[in-house]
């Protein structure tokens, strides 16, 4: 799977738009963008994935690259409870090896 | 959505003795979960990969007679520590998916303090 390269930390105000970066510059043809995010001692929690085109759901939106070597996860309006960090994870789907693997990822600090 | 129930949440057991956590998934069937291990301020770290009706596939320094996995429905995956030391501790967290055109699904963890 590529690798993936994402800033260490981040802060964002409460109420305004959370851009957060991610480079896959090795991406292959058949791998998707995931984001998750892990809350302090939770599991990480699926927020969204694409392959090339932009994604938007309830929680946040997806913006990939017209070359595939980078993305960003948006969070439109952040607040306390999005302090987490959030992961950045390339996959190729549907193969046997379904495990993700996480980075350090990003540190987002939501100030009030 | 997908659920995926993990329990205990939190567990303290004395050093020598054996502790074992489930995984459900609760709303769909998984024949392939997945055990991660997190050490304080790191990222998680692939343990074993848990195949319904199987061994479980192990990863590279993880000692499978230490770490039990069993699968024996298509909802629920164990794993046992056995004779856990003080370094056992950690934040054990599994997953799963429905298929594999679907995102993999997180339980909430447990923490297991070996004392």
């Known amino acids: 799977d590529a690798k993936t390269t994402q800033p260490p930390s981040m802060d964002c105000a409460e109420g305004r738009a959370a851009n957060l970066p991610c480079n896959h510059s090795?991406?292959?043809?058949?791998?998707?963008v995931y984001w998750y995010r892990q809350i302090h001692s939770q599991g990480p929690q699926y927020i969204i994935h694409?392959?090339?085109n932009n994604e938007t759901n309830e929680m946040a939106s997806l913006i990939i690259t017209e070359d595939r070597k980078s993305s960003t996860l948006i969070l439109p309006h952040a607040t306390l409870r999005d302090t987490a960090v959030y992961y950045c994870?390339?996959?190729?789907?549907?193969?046997?090896?379904?495990?993700?693997?996480f980075g350090t990822g990003t540190r987002l600090t939501v100030i009030p | 959505g997908a659920v995926v129930s993990q329990h205990p949440s939190r567990v303290i057991c004395k050093s020598g003795t054996s502790v074992k956590i489930e995984c459900r998934s609760l709303?769909?069937?998984?024949?392939?979960m997945f055990w991660y291990r997190q050490f304080p301020k790191q990222s998680l770290m692939l343990m074993a990969t848990?195949?319904?009706?199987?061994?479980?596939?192990?990863e590279q320094g993880v000692e499978k007679d230490k770490f039990l996995i069993n699968h024996a429905s298509l909802t629920l995956s164990t794993l046992t520590v056995t004779s856990a030391h003080p370094e056992d501790s950690s934040f054990y967290i599994c997953?799963?998916?429905?298929?594999?055109?679907?995102?993999?699904?997180f339980g909430n963890g447990t923490r297991l303090t070996v004392t």
């Open positions: 997953s799963a998916r429905q298929d594999p055109y679907s995102p993999l699904h």
């Open positions: 090795t991406i292959s043809g058949n791998e998707y």
């Open positions: 694409g392959l090339k």
């Open positions: 994870i390339v996959r190729a789907d549907q193969t046997g090896a379904n495990n993700l693997f």
């Open positions: 709303d769909f069937q998984a024949t392939t």
């Open positions: 848990s195949n319904e009706g199987s061994k479980a596939t192990y």
